[in-house]
């Protein structure tokens, strides 16, 4: 999230007037009460998918540490009252209230206010309920929709904060990104209605939706290109989403206006000119493009966002999947020399790529999508909570760096929001279909059920304790079925795959699929071992600093908690630690090349290991497992002269 600096003037179109005539009579797409109508009017994707995911309901997670992180984060958006969300929408509404104001980004002068309690925690409880059935989210995420609704106005608008921080917007003046905002909470009341079946947060999300037309009506495609310069959300991404609900034009001519030609132009023709850039502003944009070519087809659209994923996914990533630093992108395309800060990277950026690689995928059914998703899902992801579900905003990569939370009710950052979204959805991903087959594409204790083919299946595994997943296979009667195992690009020799025991003469290239075709019945069960091998990853730009993975797992030194305070893990401060840790000099060691990692030898414990470094001995273990110490990633190599760069 980024705090607004820069000032712009420009002058109102005189079309105002127009809109200002549009205000006396409310645009309602239909009569949001009759279930059919909505049937009727919803717009149907265009056939651009290969791949369907499973809906979250179809989906369990089993005992694993996705199941147990996932359970964390419920209990937090548990302890979180309605009366304390609802609040500041009720006293912008001129309504009583006399619950304690929450802190941070939701505190009554900050002019993010509502973007957490009225956007991210509805779309967290819907997750909670279509993912976990959390009927306790659900009771309370309906009830602040309803609360919402009484403080919306008959325009359409509805935030915590006044209607004129649109006037300091039109005007050039500084504020800070309202339409960030109102993107959340319409997104949040989408999630409500689609996730949850509340049909008043539809209406809610489609009064939003005429307010905006009406407000974008009033300024001229000029004047818009200034305002989209002002962080914006995914303005045009829920607004495409309300468009595909309901079939009104209006909302996709509306969000098509959310359409930045200076990101979008040199992304059509496979340009990378985002350095300089603010990097998760971009992201939930592109998200919108890939919206727009699903609903229209038009290939531009796909050429943007495919572009964007791979040229932030392989040049403007670290090894943990992440990306940016201090939130920008300060560097060129395959140059991360001197970006390894304290504040890299943002975890909304993590989440934001995530959710863009599973469209991605969706379009081109590539298994190689999912080696950049587990990566990022173990490495950027899964480590960002702690024990009692608070959440990181940056994940620090500066050697010597430590994790630092929120507090339970005086943060609520843009990342704050994000992770309670993304614990509340790790069941999403695991499966996807394609008429009659299965592509399992991450090896999480899961139980899948596709009744249309009277299936069940439940997965196994220990992953990545141990490197092997079981399938259980339960059907209402044989039937043939493709099933599809992800090989991943990071397996040593020796996998392998067993039917009911019998080891089978097939296997496929790691990066790829292996296909099994047969006549599935009840009580088969298919075995895959997936070795998991040492393998280095440079720094884009910096070879001398080395990454290391087991398997997908980027493994972190322990550099102990000596002088660490509480105040430098914990805090409602902005965004970050203070004061902040000590930088410290990446741990250094001796590499005969590049894929020499003999320095580096298993310790007792499963995923443990020992690094023989220039300065001793140090204790290494998964990233994503690190808490209350400091750490380093990347690793400072002394190599022969002619492997050094």
């Known amino acids: 999230m980024q705090g ?12 105002s007037t127009l809109a200002g005539a549009l205000l006396a009579t409310p645009l309602r797409a239909f009569d949001t009460a009759d279930p059919a109508a909505i049937a009727t009017a919803a717009v149907r994707d265009k056939p651009v998918n290969r791949m369907q995911a499973f809906a979250l309901d179809r989906v369990t997670l089993l005992d694993s540490d996705f199941r147990r992180a996932a359970a964390i984060n419920l209990d937090y958006l548990h302890s979180l009252p309605v009366d304390r969300l609802a609040r500041a929408f009720l006293v912008q509404a001129g309504k009583p209230s006399n619950a304690i104001p929450l802190g941070g980004w939701e505190k009554p002068d900050c002019e993010l206010r509502g973007h957490f309690s009225g956007g991210h925690y509805l779309s967290a409880a819907a997750l909670a309920w279509a993912a976990q059935g959390d009927a306790v989210l659900k009771a309370r995420g309906d009830e602040l929709v309803g609360i919402l609704a009484s403080c919306q106005r008959s325009n359409g608008y509805l935030s915590a904060f006044p209607e004129n921080f649109f006037d300091r917007l039109s005007r050039g003046e500084k504020v800070w990104a309202p339409f960030y905002t109102i993107h959340k909470i319409q997104a949040g009341m989408l999630d409500m209605y689609r996730l949850a079946g509340n049909r008043q947060a539809l209406d809610i999300a489609t009064g939003i939706g005429n307010w905006t037309v009406r407000w974008l009506n009033g300024f001229s495609d000029t004047e818009i290109a200034h305002i989209l310069k002002t962080e914006y959300g995914g303005m045009n991404e829920s607004m495409y989403d309300l468009y595909a609900i309901t079939g009104n034009g209006r909302y996709l001519d509306a969000a098509h206006r959310f359409d930045q030609a200076s990101l979008f132009e040199p992304l059509a023709a496979h340009r990378d000119e985002l350095k300089g850039l603010h990097s998760n502003t971009q992201i939930p944009k592109i998200l919108g493009a890939a919206r727009r070519y699903e609903l229209t087809g038009e290939p531009r659209y796909r050429r943007i966002a495919e572009y964007f994923w791979e040229t932030v996914t392989q040049n403007r990533c670290y090894a943990t999947g992440g990306s940016s630093n201090d939130e920008f992108w300060k560097t060129g395309p395959g140059d991360l020399k001197g970006q390894l800060g304290l504040y890299a990277a943002e975890c909304c950026v993590a989440y934001n790529l995530l959710k863009l690689t599973r469209h991605i995928y969706a379009w081109n059914g590539d298994p190689r999508a999912f080696d950049y998703y587990e990566r990022t899902l173990y490495n950027a992801r899964l480590g960002t909570q702690d024990a009692q579900g608070m959440k990181l905003y940056y994940y620090s990569l500066q ?27 790790f069941n999403d991903a695991i499966y996807a279909h394609d008429d009659d087959e299965l592509h399992v594409n991450l090896y999480i204790a899961s139980e899948l059920r596709w009744p249309e083919h009277g299936l069940r ?8 304790k141990e490197p092997s997943s079981a399938f259980e296979f339960t059907l209402d009667q044989p039937r043939e079925l493709t099933v599809n195992l992800r090989i991943p690009s990071w397996i040593a020799p020796g996998a392998s795959v067993a039917l009911n025991g019998a080891p089978l003469d097939v296997f496929a290239s790691p990066g790829s699929y292996l296909t099994l075709k047969r006549r599935w019945q009840t009580g088969d069960r298919l075995t895959i071992t997936l070795p998991m091998r040492l393998h280095a990853m440079p720094l884009p730009g910096d070879d001398s600093l080395q990454a290391v993975l087991y398997g997908p797992l980027v493994l972190a030194a322990r550099l102990g908690g000596k002088g660490l305070t509480h105040d430098q893990q914990y805090g409602k401060y902005d965004a970050g630690p203070s004061p902040e840790p000590k930088a410290q000099a990446a741990p250094r060691i001796a590499m005969d090349g590049p894929d020499r990692l003999d320095w580096l030898t298993p310790a007792d ?13 140090l204790s290494v273990i998964p990233l994503h497992q690190i808490q209350g110490e400091r750490y380093a990633v990347y690793w400072q190599a002394d190599m022969p002269a002619d492997g050094a760069s």
């Not at 607004?4 to 079309?15: C, M, P």
């Not at 299946?457 to 990545?464: A, H, L, M, S």
Request: charged share 30%; net charge positive; glycine share 8%.
């Open 605 to 617: 414990e499963p995923l443990t290991f020992r690094a023989n470094t220039r300065d001793g001995t």
């Open 4 to 15: 607004v600096d820069r000032r712009r003037r420009f002058l109102k179109a005189s079309a």
């Open 457 to 464: 299946v439940i997965q196994r595994t220990e992953f990545p």
């Open 399 to 425: 050697p010597g760096g430590a994790k630092f939370y929120n507090s339970p009710t005086d943060s609520f950052w843009c990342c704050t929001g994000s992770g309670a979204e993304e614990f509340a959805r």
